[in-house]
């Protein structure tokens, strides 16, 4: 499990290369999320890192893990690309593509040694998230084509500069 939580910061790291100048530096943010899995119906959990490198579009690496207690116990590690739509004053709806890794820990017990215990699986999929300020819920609905399965991610991102203090003597930015 350590391992994938250093592929998440490796990756995170990996997303700031391309700014060189400090004025570069995209927005970004942390946030974990649960998981429900319809076709297993499996619960794991998540975390992410959230980079808007432009306006409308956010890489976001991401560790997802499957709990033992569910049916499949498995891990994912990889990367997203999310294309945000201003739908409301402070939401977005947007797409999802990802590209991740996936560990099947007990692929042995469901597949008789027919299916890899590594694969890579990309998915699909839409969300909604709350689009200013420093705390940022977020609803998804992903689909993997590996699998054919569907699941279902609600969590909450924080985004460190994004927080206002009430007293400008309160905020690190005016020490």
């Not at 891990?75 to 739509?85: P, Q």
Request: glycine share 8%; net charge positive.
């Amino acid at each position: 499990m350590v391992r994938y939580v250093l592929l998440l910061v490796i990756a995170t790291g990996l997303s700031f290369q391309g700014f060189s100048q400090k004025n570069d530096v995209p927005e970004f943010g942390i946030g974990a999320a649960g998981i429900y899995d319809f076709q297993t119906k499996g619960l794991g959990a998540e975390m992410r890192g959230d980079f808007h490198i432009k306006e409308n579009f956010s890489i976001v690496p991401e560790v997802s893990y499957y709990f033992p207690s569910n049916p499949i116990h498995e891990l994912y590690a990889g990367v997203s690309l999310h294309y945000l739509f201003p739908i409301f004053k402070s939401w977005s709806f947007y797409l999802s593509a990802s590209a991740l890794y996936n560990d099947w820990f007990n692929a042995v017990e469901y597949s008789n040694g027919t299916k890899k215990p590594s694969n890579f699986a990309p998915e699909g999929g839409i969300g909604i998230v709350r689009s200013h300020g420093c705390l940022r819920p977020f609803i998804e609905n992903r689909y993997d084509t590996k699998w054919k399965e569907a699941n279902l991610r609600v969590g909450v991102l924080w985004f460190f500069k994004s927080c206002k203090c009430f007293r400008k003597a309160d905020c690190p930015a005016y020490k």
